[in-house]
């Protein structure tokens, strides 16, 4: 198993390859491979010493699997070379997504959809995964009508120059802003681009990404994406109105019950899901589960998992999991 890890100096990147060392993931042969200006650096797998290839030099090795995170535009370009010589590429960016003949997969909702000739597979939007891997067990037990979700997300999921802008500004030093405004002691309304209907592209993902994966575009959904100067994760604060009547504990026990969720609610003991404790784990966490008294049949629930590990790079791990345990590659 011959295993390419494309962008692998980058945020999600470096995660990637502690997860996959985490994991014991069955490779044979680690590829490390970045943009030109990285070629020639040495990162650390296990111990051992491996140079950082180009990406002509990695399609020419004829990897297994290869895991993407390295931009959009790297991906439009090169996903397809590698498949090409038979390589079945996971994406992390956007490139692909709303792409019809790609799949989009959160392995713990929608895997079984997967075959053999898919040789380019997306991995969803961070705050995709960890809405749907919450949403998906009460769509399948009750139905969604409409989802109104406002999130606070780390500056991680913008990259290292966002991390570095708020240490920055945390120290009063002037540095390179990858914001337009402060973060530091700041929230700013305003995750990706602006679109032409007033929507950022972050949030018009959480709508297009929901209707692909749920395969159900009767359900309403709107966002808001709000950057905070936080670390450890992404957090959602969800309002759902579903088809049919609930029992807020039925409701609980059957997030409890869910693979990959985490529940934490408990007023009385101030228990409930933090970035601050979600950093570093793999988990979806998700409390503070209330009924919505305004709407019939809705709730809310908070939502919080680390973007760079399940929302990112352990998803895509999963996935590769699936595949090589199904014998699909």
């Known amino acids: 198993m011959?295993?390419?890890?494309?962008?692998?100096?980058?945020?999600?990147?470096?995660?990637?390859?502690?997860?996959?060392?985490?994991?014991?993931?069955?490779?044979?042969?680690?590829?490390?491979?970045?943009?030109?200006?990285?070629?020639?650096?040495?990162?650390y797998y296990q111990g051992?010493?491996?140079?950082?290839?180009?990406?002509?030099?990695?399609v020419s090795m004829a990897p297994d699997l290869a895991l993407f995170s390295a931009g959009g535009d790297t991906s439009l370009e090169w996903a397809p070379k590698f498949a090409e010589v038979g390589t079945v590429v996971i994406d992390n960016s956007s490139a692909w997504r709303m792409d019809p003949d790609k799949k989009l997969i959160i392995p713990e909702i929608n895997s079984q959809i997967l075959t053999k000739k898919d040789r380019i597979i997306a991995n969803p939007n961070c705050s995709t995964i960890q809405m749907l891997m919450a949403l998906a067990p009460l769509k399948n037990t009750y139905g969604i009508?409409?989802?109104?979700?406002?999130?606070?997300?780390?500056?991680?999921?913008?990259?290292?120059?966002?991390?570095q802008q708020l240490e920055n500004e945390s120290l009063n030093v002037k540095g390179e802003m990858a914001y337009p405004y402060p973060i530091y002691q700041n929230a700013l309304p305003h995750c990706d681009i602006f679109m032409d209907n007033g929507y950022t592209k972050e949030e018009m993902k959480l709508v297009n990404e929901t209707h692909k994966i749920m395969g159900d575009e009767s359900i309403g959904i709107t966002a808001t994406a709000i950057r905070i100067p936080v670390v450890g994760g992404h957090s959602e604060s969800i309002n759902i109105q579903l088809k049919s009547e609930f029992q807020l504990d039925d409701i609980?026990?059957?997030?409890?019950?869910?693979?990959?969720?985490?529940?934490?609610?408990?007023?009385?003991?101030?228990?409930?899901?933090?970035?601050?404790?979600?950093?570093?784990?793999?988990?979806?966490?998700?409390?503070?589960?209330?009924?919505?008294?305004?709407?019939?049949n809705s709730i809310n629930l908070w939502v919080v998992s680390d973007n760079l590990r399940k929302g990112a790079a352990t998803n895509t791990i999963q996935i590769a999991e699936y595949l090589i345990n199904n014998d699909l590659i």
């Open 252 to 296: 609980r026990k059957l997030l409890h019950e869910s693979p990959g969720i985490v529940l934490q609610d408990n007023p009385d003991t101030n228990t409930y899901p933090m970035p601050i404790y979600a950093k570093g784990k793999d988990e979806v966490f998700v409390g503070r589960i209330r009924k919505d008294f305004s709407q019939e």
């Open 2 to 43: 011959k295993l390419a890890v494309v962008g692998a100096t980058g945020m999600v990147g470096e995660v990637m390859l502690r997860i996959l060392s985490e994991r014991n993931f069955p490779l044979t042969e680690l590829i490390p491979v970045a943009s030109e200006r990285s070629v020639g650096k040495k990162i």
């Open 48 to 58: 051992n010493s491996l140079e950082v290839l180009g990406l002509s030099t990695a």
């Open 145 to 163: 009508n409409r989802i109104v979700v406002s999130t606070y997300q780390s500056i991680t999921g913008t990259g290292i120059k966002a991390v």
